[in-house]
T-cell receptor, first 112, second 115 residues
Framework: GDSVTQMEGPVTLSEEAFLTINCTYTATGYPSLFWYVQYPGEGLQLLLKATKADDKGSNKGFEATYRKETTSFHLEKGSVQVSDSAVYFCALLTGGGNKLTFGTGTQLKVEL | DAGVIQSPRHEVTEMGQEVTLRCKPISGHNSLFWYRQTMMRGLELLIYFNNNVPIDDSGMPEDRFSAKMPNASFSTLKIQPSEPRDSAVYFC?????????????FGQGTRLTVV
């Protein structure tokens, strides 16, 4: 079945450091890929998405590229801020499906 | 639009009691989802409605859980009887059409504690 694997957290960085959160997936067909972010005490919000191979999703300085050859969708940001502290979820959706499969989430802590 | 509205935000109940969680999706959205989030199991899809009809309830853990969507603007998730292992954050999400390539909008969740 479909699955998403994320790197274990928590990830602790200093402000302005470079961020990478790894995400790999297993899916039948050609899924759409998503990154959601969950701030403390809130629900999940879509951060970015990519719907086909080689697409790059970007938002708020975050980027992720859909790599079909490595079945990956790693999240990157060049310079993190304290306000980026949150839990980040990688997710996939297969075409025609009705079930968004989430990874376990990676907690990011950014310190001054 | 106020977004997806869930109530209550927090619920503490005793084991064996009935618990009802409520959700108001975004107006015009025709898909609604209930998720459960725990540290051990992460985010789990419990049930999915499309146009008020339950489409996939394979994630509902057992018969103690039931969900209804009597109209396009309201859904409930009921647990009867509740057990301590049901303690989790329950999220409702809605989407303007099927999941495919579209964004799901999440409510702020209901934190349920069963003691």
């Amino acid at each position: 079945g479909d699955s998403v694997t994320q790197m274990e957290g928590p990830v602790t960085l200093s402000e302005e450091a470079f961020l990478t959160i790894n995400c790999t997936y297993t899916a039948t067909g050609y899924p759409s890929l998503f990154w959601y972010v969950q701030y403390p005490g809130e629900g999940l919000q879509l951060l970015l998405k990519a719907t086909k191979a080689d697409d790059k999703g970007s938002n708020k300085g975050f980027e992720a590229t859909y790599r079909k050859e490595t079945t990956s969708f790693h999240l990157e940001k060049g310079s993190v801020q304290v306000s980026d502290s949150a839990v980040y979820f990688c997710a996939l959706l297969t075409g025609g499906g009705n079930k968004l499969t989430f990874g376990t989430g990676t907690q990011l802590k950014v310190e001054l | 639009d106020a977004g997806v509205i869930q109530s209550p935000r927090h619920e503490v109940t005793e084991m064996g009691q009935e618990v009802t969680l409520r959700c108001k999706p975004i107006s015009g959205h025709n898909s609604l989802f209930w998720y459960r989030q725990t540290m051990m199991r992460g985010l789990e899809l419990l049930i999915y409605f499309n146009n008020n009809v339950p489409i996939d309830d394979s994630g509902m853990p057992e018969d103690r859980f039931s969900a209804k969507m009597p109209n396009a603007s309201f859904s409930t998730l009921k647990i009867q009887p509740s057990e301590p292992r049901d303690s989790a954050v329950y999220f409702c999400a809605s989407s303007p059409q099927g999941w495919e390539n579209t964004e799901a909008f999440f409510g702020q969740g209901t934190r349920l504690t069963v003691v």
